[in-house]
């Protein structure tokens, strides 16, 4: 955060008007190290680091400025599993669902218990973790049709959309983390690093499923997050009527007897969201036919997108 030092390594070498950057490191020793690397390296049986740096590499030290910290690991998604157990209802009607919510502890793949609730329903893909500076929450659906935020520190539900018993039956969210986008090898203080890398925060997300009696394609909505803390989640279609190919993904969070990959979980794949300049898109897999004779695409609904006519 501001006021830290980190440090840049960089080769010198007479006559040349800039330095060569090697990295930006968060300690002088990691930095050294670097510099010792480098200085063995060989190209064509010559000491490549003489050659090219004829007056050998400096570590410089940078002073952070700005207040963003790169949030912890493992992000929510590795860390929150659920565990679903069908609950019988009355003949003629569906059965629920008594989902647990437990949180990784330690290395020995411990969990411990963060929260019950009950959905009505099957529990399908409707559980993401998520943070908000240094609060975590998850989406959950404890009713077929909606959404509802639940705290992961008091086990309550804060927020949920009013209840529409035709309304959009979420099969599953998805909310960008930071190591989502972000492996770490840029962190503040580096010469890369800008105001693209600062600006996940947990704000918005994505929920795929369908209209109530419509079919088995999942459609994708927005979900704005920014106001949860209040009790309120808005959802709206500003992408028309677009299907996603969901198939292949699964989070870690149905997986509590599997641990996550060492480096983190992968995102769904079929949702991509990329900063660039302070300009935000996102970018999604989508299912296409095309007729084999003549090229031309069929049936494909995202023909008839509404605001794209």
Sequence with gaps: MRGDLVYRVYGVHAGRAEDSSFGTYRTRAEAEAEIARLSTCEMDGENWARRRHDRGFVVREIVVETDFEVPPRPKPRDRYVVRGTPKPNAPGRWDSTVVEVLRRVGDAGGLEPVATYERNYRMLDTFEPFRQGDREFALIAPRYTGASVLDLATGRVIAEEPYEASGFCPFGFYVPDWWDLYDGRVFPGSE??????????????????????????WKVQFLDL??????????????????????????????????????????????????????????????????LASGRPKEWQRLRIENLE
């Design 192 to 217: 890369s690093w800008g105001p693209d890398h600062e600006w996940v925060s947990g704000g918005f997300g994505f929920v795929w499923g369908c209209l109530w009696g419509d079919d088995t394609h």
């Design 226 to 291: 920014t106001d949860v803390r209040s009790g309120v989640i808005r959802r709206d279609e500003r992408f028309g009527y677009v299907e996603l190919m969901t198939k292949g993904y699964r989070s870690p969070c149905f997986s509590p007897e599997t641990a996550p990959p060492a480096g983190g979980s992968a995102p769904p794949p079929f949702v991509r969201v990329v900063r660039d300049g302070g300009s935000t898109e996102v970018q999604f897999i989508v299912p296409m036919r095309f007729d």
